[in-house]
């Protein structure tokens, strides 16, 4: 047993990351060992995940403020991405935040300090 540890050992003597590939090989051997555990209980206990409930088909989604086709698009992107799992309970729209003096002079003043900057040559 110490033979086949040493003799690798002995190999990477001079050469300076030699311990570098052994915790490489440490760690990779690690997270195989946490990946076959995970594995081992997802396959011994199925019920610790938790199952989508079956979907009733035929349901409508109505928004005020979204047309039909909109909400037909966004409910298909969401069939096609998630599956048929997944259901759509409502679409609506976000409003849109009203821009304020401050925020525009903020902008301004950081537009005059930006070219003040730029400005100045470095010498």
Known sequence: MTTI???PLAATVGFPWGNLVWVIVGITA???????????????????V???????????V???GVSPEVTAVIAAAVHEALGA???????????EPS??????????????RRQIYTSHKVR
């Open 5 to 7: 540890l040493t003799l």
């Open 85 to 95: 799992s997944a259901q759509v309970t409502s679409v609506a729209l976000k409003p």
């Open 30 to 48: 690690f997270l195989f060992a946490v990946a076959g555990v995970g594995r081992w209980l997802a396959a011994t206990h199925p019920d610790a």
């Open 99 to 112: 821009v304020s003096v401050d925020n525009l002079m903020l902008t301004w003043s950081l537009e005059g």
């Open 62 to 64: 109505s928004s005020p």
């Open 50 to 60: 938790p199952r989508p409930a079956p979907v009733r088909s035929g349901g409508t």
